[in-house]
């Protein structure tokens, strides 16, 4: 085989036609032949005296094949009947067996591929129901748990305002009441001292007349005879002071805890977890699968499309208003809308004319993206909002995600939903909403509670529904299924990977750019690294945001250059 066919065979990815020399794609499944077939092959089968009988369907609608064992009897035959009345398993020519006369038979494959329905039924609802379920139920717990930290570090914080607020009364109390012992030590000490003074006067006043009584002994004994009588004033009277008396508070620990309130909880009934039934969820669900047949079907319609052999440049297109382009997002009317690292968000027609520009708090994230029904959504990562535009230009807010900040934002193809990549205080996660902004999933750990996401700056959706993200601090793809299942998580192919742009295409291939490496890495959808579909080879420098549209046209944004470029790698 040629280093060329070597090449084209390393990039199918699609089921071979189980016909012979036939490669091309096998859409179609022979039931009896248990094979897939391709369009052309189904019809000559079709055709064919010998298979026109044999039941054809889509491959996804394909018979489980019974697998094989052997019969303990008849070693060489397959064990492919049930008897009905033994209950057992048998081979065909058990069936001629003279213990099985006159029994009656069913084709064992039909009841395998009946179980294994009614299995896959099940496994179904557990993948869809039961376990989406019960872990919304688990995100509502860990938001309620999230919720008490914040309301009792509130009721902490109130009773700390309350016991200060009593303190600063009780130190206003204590200084009043300080100020009025030093008023009444004031006055009482006035007082005494007054009374002092009168003593002091009182004693002088003796003195006084202590003088007169000595003079008049002195004098001649007529003199004393003929003088008057010596008359001394009482002594002055004063009261003593009233003493003044403390009288204590009387109060206790249970006043105390009135004056500064306490917590309590709610004598009433808790309210039940709201469980919705399996109709409500299979009611969604059927609506999704059915919009995702109708994305199947158009997909079908494309299944001769494989890898070209190159990639091929369509178009340029030099965005106005943006220094670099960092994102990307095409309409269904082929119209752009670019985003820098600046905040700048433009949208520009088929000949590059600006026709909006919105200045938003983004920056190097996947933060907007066009929806099925012609509206752009992009988050604000200052508000926690995302708005919607319409395409009359009216900007509406759409979803507030509370205290998680949005990185980047996707709308699904399939249905419609809008995945989120989110952060908040050192965690990660994805949240899912639906068209009218419900929250409906949350995706944030694996199987053994490990953290799945640091930073998931770029999302998208495959066609399958896996939500593919690229994380910037942890430095993988990491892709989770529609249930939020990790899959796996693509490393990079050199020993340094540091993902952006990220997005799949019609075929269920990933693609996604590599600001080392300055390539675009194409994965099958399975994360099996297929081969670089673009690098600096075709002129790209650093690629940046890489996006899409319904025509399978692939656009790639760069920094250090507002220029998008349209490439074809489909044929």
Not at 272 to 296: N, Y
Not at 353 to 364: E, H, M
Not at 378 to 394: C, F, G, S
Not at 501 to 519: K, P
């Amino acid at each position: 085989m040629s280093e060329t066919s070597d090449e084209q065979a390393a990039m199918q990815h699609y089921l071979v036609c189980g016909i012979e020399d036939c490669q091309k794609n096998g859409q179609f499944y022979c039931n009896a032949c248990y094979r897939p077939l391709c369009e052309q092959c189904r019809n000559e089968h079709v055709k064919n005296p010998d298979t026109k009988f044999h039941e054809i369907v889509l491959y996804r609608h394909r018979k489980q094949q019974l697998p094989v064992e052997k019969c303990k009897l008849h070693p060489t035959r397959n064990v492919d009947i049930f008897c009905k009345e033994c209950k057992i398993p048998l081979c065909s020519k058990c069936s001629t067996m003279e213990e099985h006369q006159g029994h009656k038979f069913d084709d064992l494959e039909e009841i395998y591929a009946e179980k294994y329905a009614l299995q896959q039924g099940e496994f179904s609802k557990i993948q869809k129901y039961f376990l989406q379920t019960t872990q919304g139920l688990k995100t509502d717990i860990e938001d309620d748990a999230t919720q008490i930290r914040k309301i009792m570090e509130s009721i902490r914080t109130s009773m700390k305002a309350e016991a200060k607020s009593l303190k600063n009364l009780v130190d206003e109390v204590i200084v009043e009441n300080l100020e009025q012992t030093h008023t009444m030590e004031k006055s009482l000490l006035e007082m005494l001292k007054s009374q002092e003074t009168t003593y002091d006067d009182y004693i002088a006043y003796l003195g006084k007349i202590s003088d007169e009584f000595q003079q008049h002994l002195s004098l001649t004994n007529q003199i004393l005879l003929f003088s008057e009588t010596l008359k001394i004033k009482t002594i002055p009277k004063t009261t003593k002071p009233v003493l003044p008396v403390f009288t204590g508070g009387k109060f206790s620990k249970d006043d105390i805890s009135k004056l500064l309130g306490r917590v309590n909880v709610p004598n009433t009934e808790p309210e039940k977890r709201e469980i919705q039934s399996m109709d409500a969820v299979t009611t969604h669900m059927k609506s999704t699968e059915k919009q995702f047949e109708q994305s199947k079907e158009k997909s079908d319609v494309k299944q001769t499309l494989s890898l070209s052999s190159s990639v091929t440049k369509v178009r340029e297109y030099s965005v106005p208003g943006v220094v670099n382009a960092f994102h990307v997002s095409v309409e269904k009317s082929g119209r752009l809308w670019v985003s820098d690292e600046e905040g700048n968000l433009v949208q520009t027609d088929l000949q590059g004319n600006l026709l909006q520009k919105i200045q938003t708090s983004g920056r190097y994230e996947g933060y907007h993206t066009a929806t099925q029904d012609g509206n752009l959504i992009y988050t604000d990562k200052d508000k926690n909002v995302i708005y919607r535009i319409t395409p009359e230009k009216k900007i509406t807010e759409f979803i507030e995600t509370g205290d998680w900040t949005q990185v980047s934002v996707h709308s699904s193809r399939i249905n419609g939903d809008i995945l989120v990549g989110m952060n908040k205080d050192g965690e990660a996660k994805v949240t899912r909403y639906n068209k009218a902004g419900k929250e409906i999933q949350n995706v944030q750990r694996d199987n053994q509670g490990q953290e799945l996401y640091r930073n998931p700056h770029y999302i998208t959706e495959n066609i399958n529904g896996d939500i593919c993200t690229s994380d910037w601090n942890k430095r993988l793809v990491v892709v989770v299924n529609k249930s939020g299942q990790h899959r796996f998580s693509y490393t990079g192919q050199g020993s340094v990977f540091r993902p952006f742009g990220i997005c799949t295409d019609v075929l269920g291939h990933i693609l996604v750019c590599d600001s080392v490496s300055n390539t675009v890495y194409l994965l099958d959808q399975n994360g099996g690294f297929l081969c670089v579909i673009l690098s600096p080879q075709q002129g790209i420098k650093s690629p940046r945001g890489v996006c899409v549209d319904d025509e399978n046209n692939l656009y790639v944004g760069q920094y250090g250059t507002n220029t998008v470029t349209v490439y074809k790698y489909l044929q």
